[in-house]
């Protein structure tokens, strides 16, 4: 595993250079496997070796390299040392970098595989709460927020596989005014036939009547606002009505996740803090932080020099709370119950100036863990639409990855051998989708491609199903072949270095991706392992190979397969066996 390799280059620098084996570690990263080359397994810049003060910052650096270099002699890990700008290159023995590397998966500990490194030493661990997804209730799910899901189940997975205990919640939008609309308007609208065979469908339907009335009428307003101030003073018709409309919502977005993969620890939302929401003020009244505005809001100064020049409002004219006050007041909640190290909130780009704000506010109330908060933002998917033009529901969209996908698995022989096309094309669909979604920075708007996103060739979802199944299906065939132990002399083949060496990354790229929590790291190490996997099945049979070759050989795609599973699992997509 790297870590070994890792760990033994540290203590030779370590011997060299009288520091610490602490100080080499994280400088050491594997070399990115170049296409038909002979190369170093590991790296390390002299660059960051000056900055961390372990040599000195004057002079030249690639001399300092060069010297470095003929200091550090070959021994029974090391093969080769050499210079080159500014960079000390390690080569590994062959056929221990074999060894090393494909030890874990005879012992049946594929699962841990590069999550043991040492280079996760400077992870905080502890309880982390990830608030993702959020939509609001007695509305479809709309596909804005497939982002926020699938972005949010991917830090949860991440967290989780390194080791922490984490807190999936949904913080439904339950609560606010948009529910004195809808209550208003159903009590104007409203059909219960409708409503019984289509909630969600009619509910919608309502709301969008219900804003169109209100653009032009007063009395509408009004009977909105009544209505949310019926909310707030838990008149019993109100908030049975509002109750309905959650629970209906609840089951049928469970549907929705349930198709996504995805679940949920806590199902959580505004309506739980609105009491809190008025201790939150009180408080703010008597630490003198809650002012009024000319207007009769009640406003906290967030200017830095204290005039009143950028404020946040958290309670509306007529004392009704906002959506930042509940969110103030759920954060303080949270810390209280759940006692978290960290807590992550994933909302799109738009929110970022609200998210500023509350954490402000938070640590201008005292509660120093604040910055401990943190926001992960993401940009729109432009041109998201089905054969019937724009869409507005997810549902569609999944209903349309599923049926394009299995018209394209159609035109091939497996697919008829298959028990459950149509769960296959679901699945295969949803990996298109998460595949296309995590390519590129998530801060990034982009164009969805429905063509591009589920082609077979090239780097996509399909192309990683197709590349897991190949495998799982060439261990199938060779069921029985695999053993206990293998000879590590027959795999020194550049294909099969190349692979070892790409798998030696798999914990940087974990590490890089905790550390911003950005998929793209894991999308491009996995799409390029299926690329090396690619070339390693036309150039090393196993049908027709001796034994000890063709068990050799097993071993190293067995490992790549576990590698390519594990890795889809974090992004929160479902290897399947047969396509």
């Known amino acids: 595993m790297a870590c070994f390799f890792r760990r033994r280059i540290a203590a030779k620098l370590s011997r060299a250079l009288q520091q610490p084996e602490e100080a080499f570690i994280?400088?050491?990263?594997?070399?990115?496997?170049?296409?038909?080359?002979?190369?170093?397994?590991?790296?390390?810049?002299?660059?960051?070796?000056?900055?961390?003060?372990?040599?000195?910052?004057?002079?030249?650096?690639?001399?300092?390299?060069?010297?470095?270099?003929?200091?550090?002699?070959?021994d029974s890990v090391v093969e080769d040392v050499s210079a080159g700008r500014g960079l000390i290159n390690f080569k590994v023995h062959r056929q221990l970098l074999v060894q090393k590397m494909l030890e874990p998966f005879g012992k049946g500990e594929d699962h841990r595989f590069g999550l043991n490194s040492e280079l996760f030493n400077h992870l905080k661990q502890g309880t982390t709460l990830v608030e993702y997804s959020s939509p609001n209730i007695a509305k479809k799910f709309h596909a804005g927020h497939l982002r926020s899901t699938i972005i949010g189940n991917f830090i949860a997975n991440l967290k989780q596989a390194l080791g922490n205990n984490v807190i999936r919640m949904n913080y439904l939008g339950d609560w606010g005014m948009q529910f004195g609309l809808l209550g208003a308007g159903f009590g104007r609208f409203g059909n219960l036939e409708k409503f019984k065979q289509n909630p969600l469908q009619h509910l919608f339907e309502v709301y969008v009547r219900v804003n169109k009335e209100a653009e032009h009428n007063e009395e509408m307003k009004q009977a909105a606002r009544d209505f949310f101030r019926q909310l707030e003073q838990h008149e019993s018709s109100a908030v049975s009505l509002w109750q309905q409309f959650r629970e209906i919502t609840v089951k049928e977005y469970r549907h929705v996740y349930k198709r996504l993969g995805v679940h949920f620890d806590v199902y959580s939302g505004e309506s739980?803090?609105?009491?809190?929401?008025?201790?939150?003020?009180?408080?703010?009244?008597?630490?003198?932080?809650?002012?009024?505005?000319?207007?009769?809001?009640?406003?906290?100064?967030?200017?830095?020099?204290?005039?009143?020049?950028?404020?946040?409002?958290?309670?509306?004219?007529?004392?009704?709370?906002?959506?930042?006050?509940?969110?103030?007041?759920?954060?303080?909640?949270?810390?209280?119950?759940?006692?978290?190290?960290?807590?992550?909130?994933?909302?799109?780009?738009?929110?970022?100036?609200?998210?500023?704000?509350?954490?402000?506010?938070?640590?201008?109330?005292?509660?120093?863990?604040?910055?401990?908060?943190?926001?992960?933002?993401?940009?729109?998917?432009?041109?998201?639409?089905?054969?019937?033009?724009?869409?507005?529901?997810?549902?569609?969209?999944?209903d349309e990855a599923r049926a394009r996908m299995l018209r394209n698995m159609g035109q091939s022989n497996t697919t008829k051998e298959m028990d459950n096309p149509e769960d296959t094309a679901e699945t295969v669909g949803i990996s298109a989708l998460i595949v296309q979604d995590f390519k590129g920075p998530l801060q990034s708007d982009y164009k969805f491609d429905w063509d591009r996103m589920l082609q077979a060739q090239g780097d996509t979802g399909v192309f990683l199903q197709y590349t897991h199944a190949r495998l799982r299906s060439l261990i199938r065939r060779n069921e029985g072949a695999e053993a206990a132990t293998f000879d590590p002399s027959l795999l020194l083949e550049q294909t099969s270095i190349g692979i070892l060496q790409h798998l030696l990354r798999y914990d940087e790229v974990l590490n890089q991706s905790a550390q911003d929590l950005q998929p793209k790291h894991l999308i491009s190490f996995l799409l390029k392992l299926c690329h090396l996997v690619a070339s390693a099945h036309r150039e090393l049979p196993v049908k027709g190979s001796s034994q000890d070759v063709a068990q050799a050989r097993l071993r190293l795609f067995s490992a790549a397969g576990s590698v390519l599973s594990n890795g889809m699992r974090i992004l929160g997509i479902t290897p399947v066996h047969k396509m």
């Open 272 to 398: 739980f803090h609105q009491d809190q929401a008025r201790e939150v003020v009180q408080q703010l009244q008597s630490r003198g932080l809650l002012k009024t505005s000319e207007k009769g809001t009640g406003v906290v100064d967030l200017s830095p020099d204290g005039d009143m020049s950028s404020v946040c409002t958290l309670l509306r004219s007529d004392g009704t709370t906002l959506y930042i006050t509940r969110d103030i007041a759920a954060a303080i909640s949270r810390k209280e119950k759940y006692q978290f190290d960290e807590m992550i909130y994933v909302t799109d780009k738009s929110q970022e100036n609200h998210f500023s704000q509350l954490f402000q506010i938070l640590l201008n109330m005292g509660h120093s863990w604040s910055d401990r908060c943190r926001h992960v933002s993401f940009g729109l998917v432009r041109g998201m639409k089905t054969r019937t033009g724009d869409v507005v529901f997810l549902e569609d969209v999944l």
């Open 26 to 74: 994280p400088a050491l990263t594997a070399v990115p496997v170049m296409k038909k080359q002979q190369s170093a397994d590991f790296k390390l810049a002299v660059g960051t070796l000056r900055v961390g003060g372990v040599l000195p910052s004057g002079g030249d650096v690639q001399l300092q390299a060069e010297t470095l270099a003929t200091q550090l002699k070959p």
